[in-house]
């Protein structure tokens, strides 16, 4: 497909022309690679659909766990601002989070990069850390706050139903500072995640192992000064 897609753009294709819901062909990529040649060959990212959703932002859904690294450098060779809100106030750092936290980089669930060109089902592994790790080094700020003023695991709540290893990623990567960052109405996500794993409807080994983690490093940075200041009160997360 990607061969196709460099062939027409050689034939004089237009990159930037738009469907009746304003999606260029770049927002319709099915794979990694098809992506980068359609950026290569001149496609806009930027270019907005009916919803204000800027071209690359669709496009993310290309890029299975193994290509994330790749796609993610082919969007900031091509000036992509990954942290920039689009029109629903969501950046592509959100919506990369979003889709680990949902599980679609796990292997269990089914994307549209996931089939081969014969309809097939590829198979994969868990890539969700992968796919986390490669945002991250991107530049992909993974603490901002979307247009209502949530952070990652604020989008997660009530339900909870994330998936657990990129909720303990999330967790380690912040240092838990995200648990406890209330949204504009007042809410932090501790109370709710906390909850959840009391009542098990997370596969919560992961995320208590991340929460021991991270409260034995807060309490290891404060030992310098259990000494010659009031001892710290010992509790962080606790079920």
């Not at 290309?62 to 993610?72: C, S």
């Not at 900031?76 to 629903?88: I, R, T, V």
């Not at 290893?165 to 500072?177: N, V």
């Amino acid at each position: 497909m990607a061969a196709c897609a460099r062939m027409l753009l050689e034939a004089g294709a237009k990159p930037d022309a738009k469907n009746g819901v304003g999606w260029t062909a770049l927002a319709m990529a099915t794979t990694a690679e098809l992506a980068e040649v359609l950026m290569d060959g001149g496609a806009p990212l930027d270019a907005t659909d009916s919803h204000g959703i800027p071209a690359f932002h669709s496009a993310f859904q290309a890029a299975t766990g193994a290509d994330m690294r790749r796609w993610l450098a082919a969007c900031l060779k091509h000036g992509a601002d990954l942290n920039a809100p689009a029109g629903d106030g969501h950046s592509l750092t959100q919506r990369i989070l979003d889709a680990a936290l949902a599980g679609r980089y796990s292997g269990s669930l089914l994307n549209r990069s996931d089939f081969d060109e014969n309809g097939r089902h590829r198979g994969r592994p868990d890539q969700t850390e992968g796919v986390l790790d490669a945002l991250l080094q991107a530049g992909g700020r993974i603490a901002d706050v979307d247009g209502q003023g949530r952070n990652a695991l604020h989008r997660l709540a009530p339900e909870w139903s994330g998936h657990a290893p990129a909720i303990a990623w999330l967790i380690r990567r912040t240092k838990g500072s995200l648990m406890r960052q209330a949204d504009p109405a007042g809410l932090v996500p501790e109370l709710p995640l906390l909850a959840a794993l009391r009542r098990g409807r997370e596969t919560s080994e992961p995320v208590l192992k991340a929460l021991a983690e991270v409260e034995a490093a807060l309490l290891a940075e404060d030992l310098p000064t259990a000494q010659s200041a009031a001892p710290s009160s010992g509790r962080r997360w606790r079920l």
